[in-house]
């Protein structure tokens, strides 16, 4: 086989040069060359698919998308119904968060299902994943290991297989060797997920790519692969925490509302069917600075306790700090607080976490998180059955928020029994008014303080 020969494209505006420079020569952008194999214009072929014509919409066939299920029940949901063959899916998150022990338990239930499942890794050793499959207690001799790292040789091998489910772990793991670049660089990762997207469309067989998210929050840095695949999801919680959160970003098969609740535990991630009781399941009663929320995860509605600790500062310069929520949002809620509620917060240090490693960042946490300060401040504990929403405007004002009622269902089943929600929630709700439930419209920040600090 001939070698290929390689040249760099720079990202930003096309232009290209035989070797690596720092520095764009057209356009002037730094570190944006990126490796690529170059291929002769003859070679270029416009899709790999047979020829297709042109045709009315209503005669397109979608009845052959059988879906494969892989009883991960949470798994398959965020999917939206199972694995479609042929698709190539990302899943990211930080390192140690759990990606390979999902996909592990992915491999186990559709090697139980469907035949042969081929878990490639370039990280671990075959032992390493052995062991690991024993502790989830699940081994079936469907489950074919391959530790290997060139992308060529993958593809011969699972060509040679045809398995039910490749796996590839992780994607900054492995190489083409046309590109001369390290295993992990952008051109490496490019090139290798370029390839597997022919491969899982060229066989039909259902590809999943693992994918560290670097430091920058990116995917094997600029936001690569997002666009070369047909499904994101990212996998994400706090480490020091069992709770973890299957999210989809984008996917060509279903909605991007769903997500997957988990906890990792001793025998690997268990699906958690009360998600809002597991999180509030340590909440102090009656205690200052301690308020429960109303989350949609999605289309999810879910029960968060935020705590806030306020104390008067021994420096010069009061600290602030927001673990699972945005820390400009928190100083931003701290000004409303003390400009149009008059509450004395500039000498104060201020310390706002959403508990169980969850991160915040739907508007509706804006009026918690600004009770949970005040009650803290003041020294004044909110009644344990009451659940907060809505979003704070810069004058102090209640904004509405989405979804009212499905999160105020989701607190009654859990026995909360008043709700203080935006007014102009109030006014349209649609809920049966004898369930004993009391509801409180608020316009503005103070009027929520009245109603939670009798
Ligand atoms: P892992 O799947 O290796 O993470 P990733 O592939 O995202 O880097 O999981 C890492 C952590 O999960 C590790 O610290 C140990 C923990 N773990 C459990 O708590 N229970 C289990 O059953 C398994 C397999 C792992
Ligand atoms: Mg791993």
Redesign the pocket.
């Known amino acids: 086989m001939s070698k290929l020969k390689t040249k760099f494209v720079c990202q930003q505006c096309g232009s290209e040069s035989g070797k690596w420079l720092g520095r764009c020569p057209e356009c002037g952008e730094w570190n944006s060359m990126v490796e690529e194999v170059a291929v002769k214009k003859s070679e270029v072929r416009m899709s790999s698919t047979p020829v297709s014509k042109p045709r009315p919409i209503n005669m397109v066939d979608t009845s052959a998308l059988p879906r494969l299920l892989t009883g991960v029940n949470e798994f398959d949901r965020v999917l939206g119904g199972g694995i479609v063959p042929g698709t190539l899916f990302l899943i990211g998150?930080d390192?140690?968060?759990?990606?390979?022990?999902l996909l592990l338990q992915v491999a186990a239930g559709i090697a139980d299902r469907y035949g042969s499942v081929l878990y490639i890794s370039g990280e671990e050793s075959a032992a390493q994943i052995k062991l690991?499959a024993e502790?989830?207690g699940k081994i079936s001799n469907n489950l074919l290991i391959f530790t290997e790292n060139n992308l060529d040789t993958i593809v011969l091998e699972a060509l040679h297989h045809k398995p039910a489910l490749v796996i590839i772990d992780s994607i900054q793991t492995m190489y083409s060797p046309e590109i001369p670049s390290a295993p992990g660089s952008v051109g490496q990762v490019r090139e290798s997920t370029g390839k597997l997207m022919r491969f899982a469309k060229e066989s039909g067989i259902p590809t999943a790519i693992?994918g560290h998210v670097t430091k920058d929050g990116n995917i094997a840095g600029p936001r690569l692969l997002e666009h070369m695949v047909d499904v994101v999801l990212y996998f994400e919680g706090e480490r020091s925490y069992a709770f973890r959160v299957l999210r989809a970003i984008k996917n060509r098969f279903g909605s991007t509302n769903e997500s997957g609740i988990f906890s990792?535990?001793?025998?690997?991630l268990i699906e958690v069917a009360n998600p809002s009781g597991f999180l509030l399941a340590e909440r102090p009663q009656g205690a200052p600075g301690s308020v429960v929320l109303a989350y949609m995860e999605g289309v999810r509605p879910l029960l968060i306790e935020i705590q806030a600790l306020v104390s008067t500062t021994c420096f010069g310069m009061p600290r602030r700090m927001a673990a699972g929520f945005d820390y400009n949002r928190l100083i931003l809620l701290m000004a409303v607080l003390e400009k149009r509620v008059g509450l004395m917060l500039a000498n104060q240090d201020a310390y706002v976490n959403a508990v169980g490693g969850f991160k915040i960042v739907e508007p509706a946490a804006d009026l918690p998180v600004a009770l949970a300060i005040a009650s803290s401040f003041r020294g004044m504990a909110v009644d344990p059955y009451t659940v907060v929403m809505g979003e704070v405007g810069l004058t102090g004002e209640v904004r509405m928020i989405t979804r009212v009622e499905a999160r105020i269902s989701e607190a009654a089943a859990l026995g909360f029994k008043r709700f203080v929600i935006p007014a102009g929630n109030y006014s349209g709700l649609k809920l049966p008014r004898t369930t004993g439930l009391e509801l409180i419209g608020v316009a503005s920040v103070s009027e929520a303080m009245e109603a939670v600090f009798v």
Do not use: A, D, Q, V
């Open positions: 998150g390192p140690g968060i759990g990606k390979s022990t690991r502790r989830l693992i990792m535990e001793e025998r690997g």
